[in-house]
């Protein structure tokens, strides 16, 4: 009996077997009838790029189109690679799913040339190809590589920091959430990012805080008469009437203070454009501030939008003097000190609170 089980196994496994070589063999095939090649931007040709147009075309690559056997879905990668290289650590500009084309931004490809090892402001030559695949199974490389000179600006300055924005009748811009109102930051600490603090103007009413301008998906509010909640649709903070306060919060503790600041009243009220910043990061180096712009809501509070800054130092100061001055030590956010607040290479909206001295400089590329 257990020879017939044994003769009766393996006579099924023959046939499982012979199954499966059938399918195998009635399984369409597909060929390659045509290679894709890459038609433009011509070989050689240069790309100088602009921190200015970081968000407008700088290149568009075509290519002719793969063609098969049978009708399938080809799926393209745009890889690009330092002159000479295996494009084992390519980048990739663009993938499409049967689009023949690809508009590469500025800021996308100055970005991929910084990861393959280009150096700001000098021309450099990259290999660019094009590669064809169908359903993750067939690949093929295009006919043709193409050498690019492209000559990258400054790459993107890292900044993993969370900003909030005040939002609501009691501050600037109201409840407007659009992304283009005035809405006054918190100004974060230098040295310990999860504590933010605002002293100022505030109007009697209610507010809360959120981190995007023009979205509500994230928002700040109170929890509790000494705690905030981060979540969709927080609770709303109350000021009991118009005055100058100090607004304190910790996002890691969710701990909050709010109090009146008495000498908002009485401080220094400087004239519109005469605190400005200057600097050896700035246009004008250490010969003259560039004026920035005095709120309309709160006399205390200034803004300098998207503006080139250079490698070095900057502070803060009044009347197109030495007078009054305010600086840092921290990059991005800080004050309190004279120190000379160091700046790194690209492009900023900068706010600054004439009351404590704080200053918020979000690199804007």
């Excluded at 257990?2 to 099924?12: C, E, M, Q, S, T």
Aim: hydrophobic share 40%; proline share 3%.
């Amino acid at each position: 009996m257990k020879n017939i089980y044994k003769i009766l196994i393996a006579f099924v496994g023959v046939l499982a077997v012979s199954c499966n070589a059938d399918a195998v063999d009635e399984r369409p095939v597909l060929d390659a009838v045509a290679t894709p090649e890459i038609t433009a931007p011509s070989n050689g040709q240069s790309f100088v790029l602009d921190v200015d147009k970081g968000s407008e075309e700088a290149a568009k690559f075509t290519w002719s189109a793969a063609d098969y056997s049978k009708d399938v879905v080809v799926k393209y990668t745009l890889l690009v690679d330092k002159k000479g290289g295996d494009f084992s650590a390519a980048k990739t500009l663009a993938t499409t799913t049967s689009i023949t084309e690809a508009s590469i931004l500025g800021k996308n490809l100055n970005q991929a040339a910084i990861d393959l090892g280009g150096k700001p402001e000098v021309a450099a030559l990259y290999d660019v190809k094009i590669t064809a695949n169908v359903a993750g199974s067939f690949s093929q490389v295009g006919k043709n590589v193409i050498t690019i000179s492209i000559t990258p600006y400054l790459g993107r300055v890292t900044y993993d920091f969370t900003d909030w924005y005040l939002i609501g009748a009691a501050v600037a811009g109201g409840w407007d959430n659009n992304v283009d109102t005035n809405h006054q930051p918190m100004f974060r600490d230098g040295k310990e990012a999860n504590k933010y603090k605002f002293v100022g103007y505030f109007k009697a009413g209610n507010f809360k805080l959120i981190s995007e301008k023009g979205s509500w998906a994230s928002q700040l509010g109170k929890a509790s008469d000494t705690s905030i909640e981060i979540k969709d649709n927080a609770g709303e903070f109350t000021i009991p009437a118009d005055g100058y306060y100090t607004f304190e919060f910790n996002t890691t503790t969710l701990k909050y203070t709010l109090k009146a600041y008495a000498a908002g009243a009485t401080a220094p009220i400087y004239d519109n454009s005469k605190v400005g910043i200057i600097g050896d990061a700035t246009e004008k180096g250490w010969d003259a501030s560039t004026p920035m712009a005095q709120s309309t809501f709160n006399a205390h509070a200034w803004t300098l939008g998207a503006t080139s800054l250079n490698d070095g130092g900057m502070k803060f100061r009044a009347n197109n003097a030495w007078d009054v001055s305010w600086g840092g030590t921290t990059a991005f956010s800080g004050g309190g000190t004279g120190d000379n607040i160091p700046v790194a290479k690209s492009k900023y909206v900068i706010y600054f609170n004439d009351l404590d001295g704080s200053y918020l400089m979000i690199p804007n590329q």
